[in-house]
């Protein structure tokens, strides 16, 4: 089957823990995204790369890291310095046209205690 | 900038219609709409392109005004299962997509 995939689904670290996150496309699109959705909130764009080994932030990308070293695959790591990381963090790809739809992944729970 | 969604909430009978509207201040090259159910990702909907062209795949119409750079969404004859909240993005060039704030539809029977 073709879509994205992130793992893991529920994630529970201490404060003070850098953590990863996964995101894998098989789409072969050429950009990937991650967004961070708060308790009733839209969706915040945290970095996006639109070509592999290069990537842009976004809106909120203080605290947070991400390496776009294969076109499949683009990691995020929430550092220790994310000082309120606990949220929905959403992965999405496209291809950069602007007729392209957009696809998010399943999305993962990071829950900070 | 965000774009503006209106209404924030809104409940509805099974069978009502209702209509979501997205708004920006920006000229817009296009824009694409999402529902999102709780816990879940967002799913694609529509896309409205400059032009008036649509690509969607849902017994769900809408519409894209380019002079006033507004899109609006209409929901006819309502199901429970179109409860969630809907998201409009907007593309101005090639940036990423930016998402409004989300309207809340609840369907009851």
């Known amino acids: 089957d073709g879509g994205i995939t992130q793992s893991p689904k529920y994630l529970f670290r201490k404060e003070g823990q850098n953590v990863t996150l996964s995101c894998e496309q098989n789409?072969?699109?050429?950009?990937m995204y991650w967004y961070r959705q708060d308790p009733g909130q839209g969706l915040r764009l945290i970095y996006y790369?639109?070509?592999?080994?290069?990537?842009q932030k976004g809106d909120i990308a203080e605290g947070y890291s991400v390496s776009r070293e294969k076109k499949e695959s683009f990691p995020l790591t929430v550092t220790s310095a994310q000082k309120n990381p606990t949220a929905f963090y959403l992965c999405?790809?496209?291809?950069?046209?602007?007729?392209?739809?957009?696809?998010f992944g399943p999305g993962t729970r990071l829950t900070v205690l | 900038q965000q774009p503006v969604q209106s209404p924030q909430a809104v409940i509805l009978r099974e069978g009502e219609d209702a209509v979501i509207n997205c708004s920006s201040s920006?000229?817009?090259?296009?824009v694409h709409w999402y529902r999102q159910k709780h816990g879940e990702a967002p799913v694609f909907l529509m896309i409205?392109?400059?032009?008036?062209e649509q690509k969607g795949h849902e017994k769900i119409s809408a519409s894209f005004n380019e002079k006033k750079q507004q899109s609006s969404l209409y929901l006819t004859a309502s199901q429970l299962s179109y409860s969630g909240t809907y998201f409009c993005?907007?593309?101005?060039?090639?940036?990423?997509?930016?998402f409004g704030k989300g309207t809340r539809l609840s369907v009851i029977a």
């Open positions: 999405a790809s496209r291809q950069t046209g602007g007729t392209d739809t957009q696809y």
């Open positions: 789409l072969n699109h050429d950009a």
């Open positions: 790369s639109q070509i592999v080994n290069d990537f």
């Open positions: 920006k000229a817009l090259y296009s």
């Open positions: 409205l392109l400059k032009g008036g």
């Open positions: 993005g907007t593309l101005s060039g090639n940036t990423p997509l930016v």
